[in-house]
């Protein structure tokens, strides 16, 4: 789920998102296993962390996302170290990505992606109640 070296393009990107979200599916063929969606997604390591839980590679986050008016609780979460950000909706049944060229180690990444993911879930949550 992204890393050094990947290549990819946003579509080719969003579509392995779309496969995990139709666990294992897309566009009538299936690619994954059901059981191979169940065990990324499922706490593997660092369960004890303020945003979620790890499986492999795969963050899932809690509530404190809504919380920090970051997202919401229960998202797969991950990236890239160049700066890709994707985020995996499947109550709403979407998927978001962000995809820069952009290496920073002062946090601004983080910031940015945030920003744009906590945006997008004030909206969703106002237009849902």
């Known amino acids: 789920l992204g890393g050094e070296g990947m290549i990819a393009t946003s579509n080719g ?8 979200l139709n666990k294992g599916s897309l566009n009538g063929r299936v690619f994954l296993n059901k059981s191979t969606i169940n065990e990324i997604s499922s706490p593997h390591t660092q369960i004890d962390s303020y945003d979620g839980y790890n499986g492999y590679n795969l ?5 404190n996302y809504i919380k920090d008016g970051i997202g919401d609780s229960n998202l797969w979460t991950g990236g890239g170290y160049e700066g890709t950000h994707f985020w995996i909706d499947n109550k709403r049944g979407f998927v978001g990505l962000i995809m820069t060229q952009i ?11 945030n920003e744009i993911r906590g945006t997008i879930y004030k909206e969703i949550f106002k237009n849902e109640k």
């Open 13 to 20: 990107y969003a579509d392995f998102l779309r496969i995990l």
């Open 59 to 63: 963050w899932v986050t809690n509530e």
């Open 103 to 113: 290496f920073d180690e002062s946090g601004l990444q983080d910031k940015f992606r």
